[in-house]
């Protein structure tokens, strides 16, 4: 296909516009049978409850299944999936997902699916492997883009050319340390095998992964789909080529197709790409486990964490075998059963567990979980002693035992309903998305998806079975207290366990080498070079196809606002159709505060809702707040002025939403926790801190790379220097020495020095979106909310300090195989003309440069550059990256490569469209407004930067890669301490050990 879009007449488009809305007025015409296009109709429902239309089909020829949700929503969806259960942990799946996308026979090209990242104005892209399926998803709101990205995808799963050397880049691959150099070592390289790596090195997942492999043994759950590095390097290519051929099939195929493009297309289009394909009977792999006859006991060991106690690292969970998911109702009563058991300060499970700090937080498989065949129910702890093991057990029976016999408060239930009813209401701008996510992983378990959709159906059951008692008691029997297919599973730190696993790896790869004749070491440097040409050639993409600059909306959308005033505090009104909700925002300036107290902010918002008040406790409040909201937030905010980079304001955020009814509900409890909190519960808020702890050391492993990109800016702007405090590494340290405290009194002396001067009625400027009949009790109910707010203390004038920027190169040794690097440059304001440019300029770099040598050459996960345009910092980034130092020299190379390249009108457009995916991405309705609120940036402002965006042109993108080339950068890498990385820190380098 040619790049050249050819597009229909205006008079053409709305002829078609009209035949697809008369089609949808038609949709009850639709039965079950009927036949469409080579589609036997099986179900058509609606969902009133969703707003929604869903039609189940079955490709005549084939037996491909086929979901259509048609609603009324231009976010549209399409996804394409297979079943691919496997039978042993070489992670071929997820391999075969990475290969699949690197090239097919209609787009001969290296990586059609990045390559459509920046040629397409996608909401969303990706790709990812579940523990049986493999999904293809993408969104658009745009026509023609949507039928480019599904004619790329269906020919990238049906057809794709699965070379060997993809699968040696994104697989697995011996190659020397130099490719073309055959006196450095030989090593093992390839992406799926670091990021897996990289996975593997976070204990969350490993205990997750870990536990469900053995609580499913003899079937296709008891192996890693993603894969196990230890087994990755036994996969070879010809085993690839044959899962494809048993897999991506379209008999063992589910389509869905979800939004308001027509039905009918759909299927024409799917249907044309499926021809010349017969009906086969797919690969079957077990799913179904044979139930125990006596409970099992695992045990198993994880690294050691230098940021948490070493005698505090302990993790165990209890899970049992319950339902099989085909029994929608069933699945639908467990996730309830779930949510009373375990979720919040007023569940039974969080109060004898984490209110008793026997542990730090759940472990990370607790809850209902229905992603396999046969349903599991886990219940486990983290941040545990060895010496309370036994005694987590027995809690665990003691509270089941007791639930059983006393049941759920009927408040509790009522709360969980409520957050139902309210969830059908909120409608998110990824909707779609949300549904795939929602029914696939049953859709691909034989589970009829629109049975998962219905849940007024489920819900008018329920109400009936609750009536007659005993409901989830007799599960909590049935699958909890007398069910020997149960799996006590602990893992325990070990001092050794990093180093363990690389003389694994060593001694794994030695035998690789040993078993290396002349021949096959003559084949690997030429592959080296083979790839690394292959790597670096130049391509042809006229065969991809892309939208062009003229598909840009020139003019940004506008939100209609209101401003107003209540005491004195500014007000911002959107007033549009929410669906009976309100959504409330604030943002409170903070007072003059230490260094010192501002380390305690974080937790402080914490604390309003955690500890409760002198006259309820939290576990009372939390009902109220599940009872009458969707959800209250406290948190703290930095942003920058979108004139001044180093300007910056500081504030505490408060957020929530309810129904309309319960308005005044709403505003009562915020009052509440302002005002009444008790930071005298030191036992509570010891619970907090220690939960907070391990939440933030646990979040290193999986989003390293944006917390070193956090600290590397963090010298460079005052906005990102308090970021990084508040949120970052700095941040995860403190809590960890916080947690490590026997006597908390002085803590609480600062929370209640901070509540003495914060959250002040005149500090605040208040957001709420609503329905225009909403607007009246929302101002009564501010305005009762306000006035009991206390006026701001008199203080004293300080004056400001000028903030000097620091250049400073940070290493953070961590137990992690892989790393996380980042390199951070100054830029400029939002308002100034060169931030458009710096954002163009980062779009051409990630996708034309540093994607191929990060990622493809070095073997990262990924990696890249990033210009935050409302901070003003220029970032360069890679995520799980085996060699972070050459990853440094690749930052400084890409500039100098950016100077030098002269980039063509089609890169400029393709950079843009790929900017434009994200600002006119659709808005959730509680997110208009936003930027205006938060940033002060008004439509003038976005209009201009929108302008300024599309004018960019190659001189100006050469002018600010020159000037960055010519500053100064801090840098930062967190990762494990190998001499090849720490031979490399000469003295400039600060190495920062964690003191936990």
């Not at 983290?382 to 309370?388: A, K, L």
């Not at 010891?686 to 290193?700: D, E, F, K, P, Y």
């Amino acid at each position: 296909m040619a790049s050249r879009i050819l597009r229909a007449s205006p008079i053409v488009q709305s002829a078609k516009r009209t035949f697809i809305r008369k089609y949808y007025t038609n949709k009850a015409t639709l039965h079950a049978g009927d036949n469409l296009l080579g589609y036997r109709v099986q179900q058509v429902r609606r969902v009133p409850e969703l707003e929604l239309t869903a039609i189940s089909l079955e490709h005549e020829a084939t037996g491909a299944k086929h979901l259509h949700i048609d609603r009324e929503d231009n976010n549209n969806v399409f996804a394409v999936g297979f079943n691919t259960s496997v039978k042993d942990s070489t992670g071929v799946p997820h391999v075969l997902e990475h290969t699949t996308l690197c090239g097919s026979d209609r787009y001969p090209v290296r990586d059609p699916f990045f390559k459509m990242l920046n040629r397409s104005l996608a909401t969303f892209m990706n790709a990812f492997t579940a523990s049986d399926f493999t999904v293809y998803p993408f969104a658009t709101t745009n026509k023609v883009d949507y039928d480019n990205l599904r004619n790329v995808y269906m020919d990238a799963v049906f057809h794709p050319r699965l070379e060997k050397l993809d699968f040696a880049q994104e697989g697995w691959r011996l190659e020397h340390k130099i490719p073309t150099d055959a006196s450095t070592p030989i090593q093992f390289k390839g992406i799926v095998y670091n990021e897996m790596k990289g996975q593997t090195s976070d204990a969350n997942y490993l205990f997750y992964s870990d536990a469900q492999e053995n609580m499913f043994p003899g079937t296709a759950y008891a192996h890693s789909s993603g894969g196990d590095p230890r087994y990755i390097t036994d996969l070879t290519h010809e085993q690839l080529v044959k899962f494809h051929k048993d897999h991506y099939h379209p008999s063992n195929a589910r389509f869905f197709t979800y939004g308001n493009f027509a039905l009918e297309e759909h299927l024409e289009n799917i249907g044309h790409q499926l021809q010349g394909y017969e009906r086969i009977k797919p690969t079957v792999v077990n799913k179904i486990v044979t139930p125990w006859t006596a409970p099992k006991a695992i045990q198993s060991i994880c690294a050691l964490d230098p940021l948490s106690p070493p005698d505090k690292q302990t993790r165990i969970s209890l899970s049992y075998l319950a339902n099989d998911t085909t029994d929608t109702f069933e699945t639908f009563s467990m996730r309830l059963l779930s949510y009373l058991l375990l979720d919040g300060h007023a569940s039974p499970m969080y109060k004898a567990l984490i209110d008793t700090n026997l542990g730090s937080e759940f472990s990370a498989n607790t809850g209902y979980d229905n992603t396999t065949r046969m349903s599991s129910f886990s219940i486990g702890l983290q941040g545990v002693r060895q010496d309370d093991i036994e005694k987590v057990q027995n809690t665990i029976q003691d509270v089941l035992e007791k639930v059983k016999k006393d049941g759920f408060d009927s408040k509790r239930i009522d709360a969980a309903l409520h957050q139902m009813e309210l969830g059908q209401k909120h409608k998110t701008a990824d909707f779609g998305l949300t549904i795939m996510h929602s029914i696939s992983s049953g859709w691909f378990n034989d589970v009829d998806p629109i049975d998962l959709l219905e849940i007024n159906k489920n819900l008018d059951r329920l109400k009936k079975e609750l009536a007659q008692g005993n409901f989830f008691e007799s599960r909590i029997d049935k699958y909890l207290l007398n069910n020997t297919h149960k799996l006590t599973y602990i893992m325990n730190p070990d001092a050794n366990y990093s180093a363990n696993l690389a003389k694994e790896e060593e001694t794994r790869l030695a035998q690789k080498v040993n078993e290396l004749d002349a021949s096959d070491k003559t084949r690997i440097l030429e592959q080296g070079a083979i790839l690394q040409q292959n790597q670096e050639k130049s391509e042809d993409l006229s065969c991809l196809p892309t939208l062009q600059l003229n598909d840009i909306a020139t003019k940004s959308k506008r939100t209609p606002l209101d401003h107003t005033g209540l005491c004195n505090t500014p007000v911002q009104w959107r007033t549009t159709a929410t669906n009976g909700i309100t959504y409330f925002r604030a943002i409170s300036n903070l007072p003059p505060l230490s260094d010192d107290l501002k380390m305690y902010l974080p937790l402080f918002c914490d604390t309003l809702l955690s500890l409760g008040t002198k006259d309820q406790s939290m576990a009372e409040i939390d009902d109220e707040i599940r009872l009458y909201t969707g959800g209250l937030r406290a948190s703290t905010t930095v942003s920058t002025n979108h004139s001044d980079i180093d300007v910056m304001e500081e504030g505490i955020a408060l957020m929530g939403n309810c129904l309309d009814r319960n308005i005044d509900k709403m505003y009562s409890i915020l009052t509440k926790l302002i005002l009444e909190t008790n930071f005298d519960d030191t036992e509570k808020l010891r619970t907090l801190i220690i939960g907070n702890a391990s939440g933030l050391v646990n979040s290193i492993a999986d989003s390293g790379h944006v917390f070193a990109r956090t600290y590397a800016g963090s010298s460079l702007t005052p906005t990102m220097n308090n970021m990084e405090k508040l949120n970052g590494l700095t941040q995860a340290n403190f809590m960890s020495r916080l947690a490590a405290l026997e006597d908390l009194s002085e803590v609480s002396n600062k929370l209640k020095e901070i509540a003495s001067s914060v959250l002040k009625q005149d500090s605040l400027r208040v957001a709420v979106t609503c329905g225009e009949d909403a607007v009246s009790n929302n101002e009564t109910s501010l305005l009762k909310f306000l006035t009991q707010l206390a006026p701001s203390n008199p203080t004293s004038s300080t004056s400001s300090t000028v903030f000097v920027p620091e250049y400073r190169k940070t290493f953070f040794p961590l137990p992690f195989s892989v790393n996380f690097s980042a390199k951070a440059l100054r830029g400029v304001p939002y308002t100034n003309e060169d931030g458009a440019k710096y954002q163009v300029l980062s779009s051409l770099m990630t996708n034309h440069y540093l994607h191929r040598e990060i990622r493809e050459k070095n073997g990262a996960y990924g990696g890249g550059s990033q210009y935050a345009g409302l901070n003003g910092i220029f970032s360069f980034y890679s995520y799980r990256d085996p060699r972070a130092m050459e990853t440094l020299d690749t930052y400084k190379s890409s500039l100098t490569w950016a100077v030098e390249h002269n980039f063509t009108d089609q890169e400029l457009t393709e950079a843009k469209l790929s900017i434009f995916q994200g600002i006119d991405a659709p808005q959730s309705v509680s997110e208009e407004g936003m930027l205006q609120f938060v940033y002060g940036i008004s439509d003038e402002m976005r209009q201009r930067r929108r302008d300024q965006l599309l004018s960019v042109t190659q001189s100006d993108v050469r002018q600010v890669a020159e000037s960055l080339a010519l500053q100064q950068a801090s840098m930062a890498i967190l990762g494990e301490q190998k001499d090849e990385l720490t031979t490399r820190l000469d003295n400039t380098w600060d190495v920062k050990q964690f003191n936990a």
